[in-house]
């Protein structure tokens, strides 16, 4: 079997790493496609570094642009590196311009697409990321989904449940892999050594890149103004390049970066930033990864956005929406500062992303679909008959996948009284109401 795996980003690099690592444990060849989409040395090389993952067996140096052009760049490329290595699955992770491109061209190929990190969804699509996350679910065959939530969203969307694996997510993998690692080495970088993070206390870490806050001024004031009161707090600030462009033009970079209690520094390597992020009382960013990851270290996180696609991490009670409200970021920091009962609350927030085994049950399920012939894109052979949609109340004791051979049926939402669940192949389904769909 030949995996070939599609990156172009840093948090890419990041959540793919354990499955790159996953396969090269097992007799599988594989090939490595990072689309150039990001280029910085400390925003792509230096994280091959960190997480010990070979350098990509290509770059399509796609570089910077506007998202019709970028997107058709990498199609380009990708679709000619595709063709010469015949992969039989081509994995995507998450939701950048690489996983859109990668995914119509493989499906367009016939060759079968996983999505890792699949059936998100924020419900915004003015968010370039919720356009490709979608698309690229369409064009998928296998779906490995960090929880249940998102699995649900892609059943409400008619997919299969029959090819959703609820995996957790790999940014557990990669956290829990590399942060006693990190903590043995302590920081390298000079401009945290030069801080004195080690020594410091009430760390806030910001991040932030989200095209609809730092290309939009008004939103970029607003949260400086917020940042301009926080002067109780350590800020540190590993700025993403496109933000600094757009302080920059905005002119906003200088007043930021004068503020004594702000250390604005250069992105910082994976090690580094995971050493950081636990070290810190509080993470303000507009980050998906960082998301993920406070609620993984245990570290109470606001999020600059008004939605969420990572909505378990807001019911698990470790991660709070404040837009770019200055008023909602000032009394949430403060209370988190102040409120121990409130800050201890929100680091022993449950993780809902999965036990760190991400990577393994993801590859376990790509060999399964392997042997079994299950990734080969064939036209139907059958003369298609056609599906009802019916509704049932269950009231036996039968299991999901009884059901679906006695019928004839493929289920598709099962529901517990107003709870939607998962139909995993053993669910008894008495008692609930069900959705299928009936091959008549
Ligand atoms: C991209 C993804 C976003 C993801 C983020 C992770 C899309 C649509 N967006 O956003 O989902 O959350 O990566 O960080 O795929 N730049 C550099 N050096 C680099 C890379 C970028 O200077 O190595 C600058 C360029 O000015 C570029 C700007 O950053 O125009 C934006 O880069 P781009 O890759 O288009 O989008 P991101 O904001 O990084
Ligand atoms: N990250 C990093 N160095 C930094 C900032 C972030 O290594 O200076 C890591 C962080 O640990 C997380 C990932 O980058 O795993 C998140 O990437 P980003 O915020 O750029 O993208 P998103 O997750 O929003 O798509």
Not at 231 to 238: L, Q
């Amino acid at each position: 079997m030949k995996i070939a795996t599609i990156l172009g980003t840093r948090p890419e690099i990041i959540k793919m790493a354990p499955i790159i690592d996953e396969i090269s444990k097992r007799d599988i060849n594989q090939v490595v496609l990072h689309t150039g989409q990001h280029y910085d040395d400390e925003m792509s090389d230096t994280f091959f570094k960190d997480l010990e993952i070979p350098t990509p067996d290509y770059n399509i140096h796609v570089g910077s642009g506007t998202h019709g052009k970028q997107t058709g760049l990498m199609m380009e490329g990708i679709e000619e590196i595709l063709l010469d290595e015949k992969p039989d699955i081509v994995l995507v992770q998450g939701d950048t311009n690489a996983v859109l491109a990668g995914a119509l061209v493989a499906s367009k190929l016939h060759i079968a697409v996983g999505h890792v990190e699949s059936g998100l969804r924020s419900f915004d699509m003015t968010m370039p990321e919720e356009i490709n996350r979608r698309v690229a679910d369409v064009c998928s065959v296998m779906y490995f989904i960090p929880t249940e939530e998102s699995a649900i969203n892609l059943l409400a969307e008619g997919f299969s449940h029959k090819n959703l694996f609820i995996t957790g997510n790999t940014v557990v993998d990669a956290c829990f892999r590399h942060l006693e690692l990190a903590e043995k080495r302590g920081f390298e970088n000079e401009s945290l050594k030069s801080l004195d993070i080690e020594n410091m206390y009430n760390i806030l870490t910001l991040t932030m890149h989200r095209a609809e806050n730092v290309d939009v001024k008004e939103r970029v004031i607003d949260i400086i103004d917020a940042l301009k009161e926080l002067d109780d707090m350590n800020i540190i600030f590993p700025i993403h390049p496109r933000t600094k462009n757009t302080l920059e033009s905005f002119g906003l970079f200088d007043e930021l970066n004068n503020l004594e209690h702000v250390h604005v520094i250069k992105p910082l390597g994976y090690l580094d930033f995971l050493l950081l992020t636990s070290k810190s009382t509080l993470i303000l960013t507009d980050s998906g990864g960082l998301q993920e990851e406070a609620i993984t270290l245990n570290v109470p996180a606001l999020t600059l956005r008004y939605n969420t696609e990572r909505p378990e991490t807001v019911t698990a009670g470790g991660n709070i929406l404040v837009g770019t409200n200055k008023e909602a970021i000032l009394e949430n920091a403060r209370r988190i500062l102040s409120d121990k009962e409130f800050e201890d609350r929100m680091k022993n927030a449950p993780n809902p992303y999965g036990q760190g085994n991400a990577a393994k049950l993801t590859v376990d399920a790509i060999e399964r679909y392997y042997d079994e012939g299950l990734l080969d894109i064939k036209a139907p052979e059958d003369i298609m008959t056609s599906f009802t949609r019916k509704m049932a109340e269950i009231k036996e004791d039968i299991t999901v996948n009884e059901f679906e051979e006695k019928e004839n049926a493929l289920i598709h939402m099962v529901f517990d009284g107003e709870e939607m669940i998962f139909p995993n192949d053993e669910l008894n389904l008495n008692g609930m109401m069900i959705s299928y769909d009936k091959r008549e």
